[in-house]
């Protein structure tokens, strides 16, 4: 289609690098994402230094996030031109942790396309109201086309991921592409990551990329690698963006 842009968003809990950095830039790199939504980023002391070699590790630049978003973070290809980024941390619940977004508008070409990357509560009651505030979010970015994803921490059963699989496409439910579960890489048995698209946005393929997948002139990550990144599997979506006029 004239105009369209084929855009590949990978989502991925990479544990604060606190596993083994160098395997997580591996799968990063070998999935070539234009788009990286990242959970538990380095946030604490000196967060940006492992953040920034993971994405010049990755062939990426750090977009936002980290710190000023309580742990998701945005990393992008050379490729995207980017119009905003907004961190942001959500209200605090006295015992739980701090929570936040990191959101942008890129460009890629004339497609405008909005970007949120989350990490939702593992209290049922917040993490309810941070779905509601993940398409507040979206809808207040100004774009039509958007892409959120990020670690739900729930099935898709459950009540927040029906809130947000009901206004936005649920990547794998709409065309499951490798893998189903993302947790855990040593035993996978549920999934509690996804990556999300407004209507409009076609959804080519979405899932747990398998081992030995690499772009052209990139060596394939091995399943070592995703056993010894993070404790998540990571979710790669295809997705083609309706071009201006459509």
Request: charged share 20%.
């Amino acid at each position: 289609m004239g105009g369209d842009v084929v855009v590949r968003v990978l989502s991925y809990n990479v544990r604060s690098l606190r596993d083994d950095p160098v395997a997580v830039a591996r799968v990063v790199r070998a999935c070539a994402p234009d788009l990286v939504l990242v959970q538990e980023a380095p946030r604490f002391f000196r967060w940006r230094k492992p953040l920034g070699r993971l994405a010049a590790a990755s062939g990426l630049v750090v977009l936002g996030g980290g710190a000023p978003a309580a742990g998701p973070a945005l990393l992008c290809s050379l490729r995207a031109g980017v119009e905003s980024v907004h961190d942001e941390l959500l209200p605090l619940t006295p015992g739980l942790h701090r929570r936040g977004f990191s959101t942008a508008v890129v460009r890629f070409g004339t497609v405008r396309l909005g970007v949120l990357s989350c990490h939702l509560s593992l209290q049922k009651d917040e993490r309810y109201a941070q779905g509601g505030m993940v398409l507040e979010r979206l809808a207040a970015l100004g774009v039509e086309h958007a892409v959120a994803g990020g670690d739900i921490n729930e099935r898709p059963k459950s009540r927040t991921f029906r809130r947000l699989a009901a206004e936005l496409q649920d990547g794998w439910a709409v065309r499951p592409w490798g893998g189903e579960y993302t947790s855990t890489p040593a035993d996978p048995h549920q999934r509690i990551d996804a990556v999300f698209a407004t209507p409009g946005i076609e959804v080519l393929g979405c899932g747990v990329p398998a081992p030995g997948t690499a772009a052209p002139g990139v060596p394939p990550f091995t399943e070592d690698d995703l056993l010894r990144a993070t404790d998540h599997l990571p979710v790669l979506a295809a997705l083609r963006v309706p071009g201006t006029g459509r």
